[in-house]
């Protein structure tokens, strides 16, 4: 008799208690995952953009070395950037969080790097509400890039 007092007695979670514990710790994971899923969102695009920053100065510089034109391809449809230099060519993919604008194609002349004119690739950044611009300039072929709230 005195082992079932015992259980009895014995005191443990309730079915409410369980469920809410289990409510709070699913809700602190999928927090912290939609965290994780922001950063790696943003990390791609910045990486989209230092990616695309060297790819424009490596384009540029190729003509001026390898003596030979250089191109800028952009798809809207494939949403991609395409560099060529001579027998290389490199592809950059545009990121979801992005929506860009621009001229499908760009030249840099050999021997000098000069596209000729003033292009301008623009990329809309929603999560930020940026507007950010890559402006050649007339004569060097360099760009200026310039960042604004829209």
């Not at 922001?38 to 791609?44: C, L, V």
């Not at 194609?105 to 000729?116: A, D, M, S």
């Not at 950044?125 to 060097?140: A, D, P």
Request: contains cysteine; proline residues 1%.
């Amino acid at each position: 008799m005195t082992d079932t007092r015992r259980i009895n007695n014995c005191s443990g979670f309730t079915l409410i208690e369980t469920l809410l514990v289990f409510v709070v710790a699913v809700s602190l994971i999928s927090l912290s995952s939609l965290l994780v899923e922001k950063n790696i969102s943003n990390f791609s695009t910045a990486q989209f953009f230092s990616s695309f920053e060297k790819q424009l100065l490596y384009t540029q510089q190729m003509a001026v070395v390898g003596a030979v034109d250089t191109e800028v391809y952009f798809s809207l449809e494939e949403q991609q950037f395409r560099f060529v230099t001579g027998s290389k060519e490199e592809a950059l993919l545009l990121p979801e969080a992005l929506a860009a604008t621009g001229p499908a194609k760009i030249i840099f002349k050999k021997g000098t790097g000069n596209n000729g004119n003033l292009s301008k690739y623009s990329f809309k950044y929603g999560r930020k509400n940026q507007l950010i611009e890559f402006q050649f300039q007339m004569g060097s072929g360099k760009y200026v890039k310039k960042i604004s709230e829209f």
